[in-house]
Structure formats: structure tokens, C-alpha cells
């Protein structure tokens, strides 16, 4: 089993930044994608970022069009920690954020797809006012 949990959510204005943090415990040799989800009020669960390593080296590292060049993951492989760097944030970034984790090489499109990982953090609240 693995266990996930979120950090560093809070509220923002528009324009500022927050880093978010996933710790992974437990079975986290087997770890070899994480990724952010998102989900605001009234609507479904959705893709943030996500990165993958193998042999201690980033496969991929994938964002959703609506954060590119604003939002950054990066991790540490070895601790099995991934973080969310999210700057010149929205009113519309604002969303309970998910880590989540899974033990099997992912496709990058497979990656963006909530269902297809196993493990769940219980989530972190991003408000961002205007």
C-alpha cells in the first residue's frame, strides 16, 4: 500500500503563486508515475501535471494545456515526493488539488487519465481571489 499526502494549499490572489507537495510512504519502491489532479465545485475531477521516472531518470513530465508555462512538477525520485509549482495563478485554478500515484509505467496519455491510477492523496484546497 501507499499512502499520499498533500501540502502547501491556501488561498492566493490572483497573480501570486503556491507550492504544492505529495509525500508518498509505504510501498513507494513501487512508484513509478505521480501526478496533480484537480477538481472544482460541480465538476469532474481533472487533469493538472504528472511525471514519470525510471532508473532515477524523468520519463516524461506532462501538463494540461489550460496551466502550460505557468504551473511546474517536478520530484524527487528517490523520496518519492513530487511537487506543483504554480505561479500566475486564476481565479479558475481554484479547486481541491489530488496527488496521486501508481506503480505501473503509464503512458504519458494514460498519465492524464484519473481512473488509471491507484493511489489517491485526500486532497489540498487552492482559493485563488480576485
Known amino acids: 500500500q501507499v499512502q499520499l499526502v498533500e501540502s502547501g494549499g491556501g488561498v492566493v490572489q490572483t497573480g501570486g503563486s503556491l507550492r504544492l507537495s505529495c509525500a508518498a510512504s509505504?510501498?513507494?519502491?513501487?512508484?513509478?508515475?505521480m501526478g496533480w489532479f484537480r477538481q472544482a465545485p460541480g465538476k469532474e475531477r481533472e487533469f493538472v501535471a504528472t511525471?514519470?521516472?525510471?532508473?532515477?531518470?524523468?520519463?516524461?513530465?506532462d501538463y494540461a494545456d489550460s496551466v502550460k508555462g505557468r504551473f511546474t512538477i517536478s520530484g524527487d525520485n528517490a523520496r518519492r515526493t513530487v511537487y506543483l509549482q504554480m505561479n500566475s495563478l486564476k481565479a479558475e485554478d481554484t479547486a481541491v488539488y489530488y496527488c496521486?500515484?501508481?506503480?505501473?509505467?503509464?503512458?504519458?496519455?494514460?498519465?492524464?487519465?484519473?481512473?488509471?491510477?491507484?493511489?489517491w492523496g485526500q486532497g489540498t484546497q487552492v482559493t485563488v481571489s480576485s
Open positions: 511525471i514519470r521516472w525510471a532508473g532515477g531518470v524523468t520519463v516524461y513530465a
Open positions: 509505504g510501498r513507494t519502491v513501487s512508484i513509478d508515475v
Open positions: 496521486a500515484a501508481d506503480a505501473r509505467a503509464l503512458t504519458i496519455r494514460s498519465a492524464t487519465i484519473p481512473k488509471s491510477y491507484e493511489y
